[in-house]
């Protein structure tokens, strides 16, 4: 029988089957529970996030530890959190090597990062992860939206998702979560990961995507909230023009002629489509249709 603390924890990746095998540990895929198994996409995580000794990582969901080893290793220490309590006794098993990790049982959406941040004040604060997909989302737009201090999010999501985040106006994957992640970050896209990369495999393929927060946004936004609604009313249906988005859309109450004169007013043609528009024109409708309420 296998002793997990003595193995290496370079190769947690390799011995992922020996050490659920070990705590018969069953695989939740309610909670996105795809383990990484591969040691080169597991260091190319790390040095895109470019953790040092100065630096506090948050990770979301360890799973059975070996992102965290290989995390805390760089960093000056790692707050893990894991929502399966089943996983808990292995990760103190895993990780018993470090004295830089806290493992925290709990839903990372029920996490008060801010008050992580504010206690960790003095160190800069990274988010790693390989994410649960079917929270990706909600987790990404918590950080950016709430503005946290947090310098980076480097972390694996599903592909389509990480190409939507890094599209520029024009392009088929252009939306209304591009404008948004771009408002507060700039993204690189770090590698594809393939499906054989993780155990089990997922169904759908995987990118990892560095985010790096912006100190300020590219543009002013008074109202960010009008700004959101005027974003996703844009992309609301993607082959119709921005007018009849307008027009469709349940919060505004404007006429067709209304609409025109507003898209004049911005300096747009009245036949526009949303996705031709960059962060900059959306401010600047933004800012018109808030005059016109
Ligand atoms: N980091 C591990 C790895 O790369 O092998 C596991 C990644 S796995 C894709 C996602 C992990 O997130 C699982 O361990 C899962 O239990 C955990 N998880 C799912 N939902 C969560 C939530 N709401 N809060 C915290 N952890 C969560």
Redo the contacts with the bound molecule.
């Keep these: 029988m296998i002793k997990i603390s003595d193995i290496d924890n370079k190769t947690l990746a390799f011995k992922t089957k020996e050490i659920i095998n070990k705590y018969d540990f069953a695989f939740?895929k309610n909670?996105?529970?795809?383990?990484?198994i591969d040691q080169f996409v597991l260091d190319k995580i790390v040095s895109s996030a470019d953790v040092s000794k100065d630096d506090i990582v948050i990770?979301?969901?360890?799973?059975?530890g070996?992102?965290?080893a290989c995390l805390a290793k760089n960093a000056k220490k790692v707050i893990a959190?894991?929502?399966?309590k089943t996983?808990i006794p292995i990760l103190e098993d895993t990780l018993s090597n470090f004295d830089n990790i806290e493992i925290i049982n709990?839903?990372?959406?029920k996490v008060d990062i801010k008050k992580i941040a504010e206690e960790n004040k003095n160190s800069k604060i990274k988010v790693v992860?390989?994410?649960?997909?079917y929270?990706t989302t909600p987790i990404i737009m918590n950080i950016l939206e709430n503005r946290l201090p947090i310098e980076s999010i480097t972390v694996?999501i599903q592909k389509e998702v990480a190409y939507r985040m890094e599209a520029k106006p024009g392009t088929k994957d252009y939306g209304s979560l591009s404008v948004i992640v771009q408002y507060f970050c700039s993204p690189y896209l770090v590698a594809n990961v393939p499906q054989n990369c993780f155990m089990p495999r997922p169904n759908v393929d995987s990118a990892v995507i560095k985010l790096t927060t912006l100190e300020k946004p590219p543009v002013d936004v008074d109202n960010l909230e009008l700004f959101y609604y005027v974003v996703k009313t844009a992309f609301s249906q993607r082959r119709k023009t921005l007018l009849n988005c307008i027009f469709n859309a349940e919060n505004f109450k404007f006429s067709k002629e209304e609409i025109a004169n507003i898209l004049n007013e911005a300096g747009f043609d009245v036949n526009i489509r949303g996705e031709r528009l960059n962060i900059e024109d959306f401010a600047k409708l933004t800012k018109v249709i808030e005059n016109k309420l």
Excluded at 81 to 84: G, L, M, R, S
Excluded at 106 to 109: A, S
């Design positions: 939740k909670f996105g529970q795809n383990f990484l990770e979301i969901g360890p799973g059975i070996t992102l965290t959190v894991e929502i399966d996983l709990e839903d990372i959406l992860a390989n994410l649960p997909y929270i694996m």
